[in-house]
């Protein structure tokens, strides 16, 4: 009995040991993805281009709901002098008014609307190739973790040195224009 215990007590050391030399081979590295994706003239562009569809549509609805408030104020202001069937036909078009710029807002603007499918159809792609070149990176460099310092990860410390960022553009700079290493913000 005594020797099965010593015998498991040496497996745990060496489990644990192996393990703990396991943790210090492993590589950690981070990537600001708002730098990345602000340095890449294709994602600027698809933004411009969604920001300009977003007001437009903004636009459209806005003139909407603005009618069917105006339609609603003459109702009231109406209502007093009209027989009970006008008073129910305006009530009905004020209704339908309203649900077709409601219905509008959501096909523009809803989970599944035009400005969803717009941004996968210009950003995904994009996207996409920023994380292959994350994963190429860690691949290849050997990272155990590579971490987004923009997308809220908690993060105490990062040092510089650890920063893949520039090196993701680098690689994306294969597939895609990105801004050059020495003119770009940080």
Not at 40 to 64: F, H, M, R, T
Not at 156 to 185: C, P, W
């Amino acid at each position: 009995m005594k020797k099965m215990k010593t015998i498991l007590a040496t497996l745990v050391v060496l489990l644990i040991s192996t393990i703990s030399l396991q943790a210090q081979n492993q590589r950690f590295g981070y990537v600001d993805t708002d730098y990345i994706l602000k340095n890449i003239p294709e994602y600027n562009d698809a933004q411009e281009e969604l920001n300009n569809l977003s007001q437009k549509w903004e636009k459209e609805v806005k003139g909407l709901f603005d009618k069917v408030e105006e339609m609603y104020k003459a109702y009231q202001t109406e209502s007093v002098l009209l027989p009970e069937d006008l008073k129910r036909k305006r009530e009905d078009e004020i209704v339908q008014k309203e649900k077709a710029a409601k219905d509008l807002q959501m096909k523009y603007f809803g989970p599944e609307g035009d400005l969803f499918k717009k941004r996968n159809e210009l950003v995904q792609p994009i996207q996409e190739k920023v994380f292959n070149a994350i994963k190429e990176i860690a691949e290849t460099r050997n990272y155990a973790f590579v971490f987004d310092k923009a997308s809220g990860a908690t993060m105490l410390y990062a040092s510089d040195k650890f920063d893949i960022s520039d090196d993701v553009l680098d690689e994306i700079g294969n597939v895609m224009q990105t801004v050059r290493r020495e003119d770009r913000n940080k």
